[in-house]
Nanobody, 119 residues
Framework: QVQLVESGGGLVQSGGSLRLSCVASGGAFSLLGVGWYRQAPGKQRELVAVISSHGTTNYTDPVKGRFSISRDNARNTVYLQMESLKSEDTAVYYC?????????????WGQGTQVTVSS
């Protein structure tokens, strides 16, 4: 079982920056893919960025060029660096770790961290 703990959220002005951290325990971290999702009030949870176990990254279009996901396997940590924040980035951000078996994908979730961008 993998446990995930997010940190780094908070209140920031529009145009500001934040760095979110997700620390994992209880599993072979280097073998896991890790993603950041977000959920704004009244909206569905959406994928923001993902980094594979090999380091391949992908981003949703609204954050391309502003957000950067990275991982430090020695620290069992994935980061989401967020720049040029906008009010529409306000949401609870969740860390997700996953791996694939022969028949399914197994997911683990953190509790989330609130990011609020004031205009």
């Amino acid at each position: 079982q993998v446990q995930l703990v997010e940190s780094g959220g908070g209140l920031v002005q529009s145009g500001g920056s934040l760095r979110l951290s997700c620390v994992a325990s209880g599993g072979a971290f280097s073998l896991l893919g890790v993603g950041w999702y977000r959920q704004a009030p009244g909206k569905q949870r959406e994928l923001v960025a993902v980094i594979s176990s090999h380091g391949t990254t992908n981003y949703t279009d609204p954050v391309k060029g502003r957000f950067s996901i990275s991982r430090d396997n020695a620290r069992n940590t994935v980061y989401l660096q967020m720049e040029s924040l906008k009010s529409e980035d306000t949401a609870v951000y969740y860390c997700n770790a996953y791996y694939f078996t022969w028949v399914s994908r197994v997911d683990f979730w953190g509790q989330g961290t609130q990011v609020t961008v004031s205009s």
